[in-house]
Structure formats: structure tokens, C-alpha cells
């Protein structure tokens, strides 16, 4: 709850929403057993293109289907559980990722108690003379944050392939105190981002509001956006957006 009462610091407008966990709200997801289910962005917000989901598991949980014509990005945010892929068991925990491609039947199970999923949703986009993807699983700790336009203080994990095949990116980006993003981005791609850790200002469209651990944001196309962190921390953040498909 709010330290006072009828506050909060969430704010939805028409090129952007910063969300906060005193305003989350369980939801119903088919497929998903014994786990709590919070859609943070949405297409029914009348702007996103694309779903981010948080799912926290116990031991009870389980939640199977198939990505039908969408892909999926899971992110371990915290915990260990078992993702099951065409018969192949992975073990996942904190910081592991899965990527699905569309037509993949999944399964989760054997969570450990407070293991949350965060779960990026959209429709795959075929790119002639491509091959479809195959899934992919990894660990962002064996990927190396690059500098970011030269900028040591501000480093990128770039999560899935940079190839045209792929229609969706993930990262990872990581600032000391006191870095920022180098200018204030105006483009295409829309961001779907969730705070994992420390603290910062984030300017949305002429807009600054204070973010940290937590927080959802959700950046339409074309929003003005830039960030700077701040605090004795480092802060990050892990993002999607949409690439390599002409404007629609």
C-alpha cells in the first residue's frame, strides 16, 4: 500500500505508462496454474503492440500451452524452475532467458517458492528469405556488457541474435551512478522495461519522473525518452522493443 493513502506514482498517458507495484493487480492466464499472473502493458491500453507479463511461481505452479502465432521471451527475475521445450528438459534460475518462436509447445514446473517470470509477448513477423528462429536458451551473465557509444559507465547486454530473422530484442542496460543515456532518443521502436535494480530519473515524452527496483514502464514509438542513474548504485534496467521489420 501507499504510505498515503490514494497516491501513487503510476501514471498512463498516450505515449507512455510508468507502472508501480502498489497499483499491481492479479489477473487470470490460461494455462497457468497456482501462480500469480500480473499484466503490466497491453494492447488494450490502446497503444502497445506487445504484452509483458510478470508470473511469480511456487512449487505448486505450473503453466503449459503452446506461443500459437506469437513469440515469447521469458527472463528468470528471480528463483529456479523447469522449462520443458519438444521433450527437452532446461533448468532455469536467476538470470536465465528463453526465447520461443511461434508453434512451440512449453511447459513450466518444479519452481521453487517466490520464482518470478518476466515474460515478453508478440506477434512473430516473418521476414521473407528468413528462416523462423529456432528457441533459444541462455544466461545474461554469459553475456559481456558492452560499452555503450563508447561510454564504459553505461553498458549493454544484448540478449537475443542481432539478425534479421529476428523481429524482437532484449537487453539489459547497465548504468554507474551518474551515467545517463547520451542524448534523448526520439524513434521507432516502441520499449516495453522493467527496473531491476538501484535508482534514476526517467524523462518520458517532457516528462521526468523518479524510478527504481520494480518499476514498468511502457515507451510508444516516437516518445521522447532518456535516463540518467542516480544514487551510490548501479541501476538497470532489462527492455524489449521491436527491430527489422519495415513501419506498418
Known sequence: MSELFGSTRTVVKRNYALITTDGFVPSVLPGWKNAVVVINIAP??????????????????SGAGSTGALEHFYYILAGDCTAQLDGKNHDLASGSYLFLPPKTDFKFSGAAKGTKLLVFQKKFEPLFGEKTPGPICGHADAIKGQPFLGNEDARLQVLLPDQPAFDMAVNIFTYQPGATLPFVETHIMEHGLLMLKGQGIYRLDADYYPVTACDVIWMASYCPQWFVAMGKTPASYIYYKDVNRAPQ
Not at 488494450?44 to 505448486?60: E, H, K, S, Y
Open 44 to 61: 488494450v491500453m490502446n497503444g502497445p503492440r506487445f504484452t509483458q507479463i510478470q508470473i511469480t511461481l511456487d512449487a505448486n505452479s
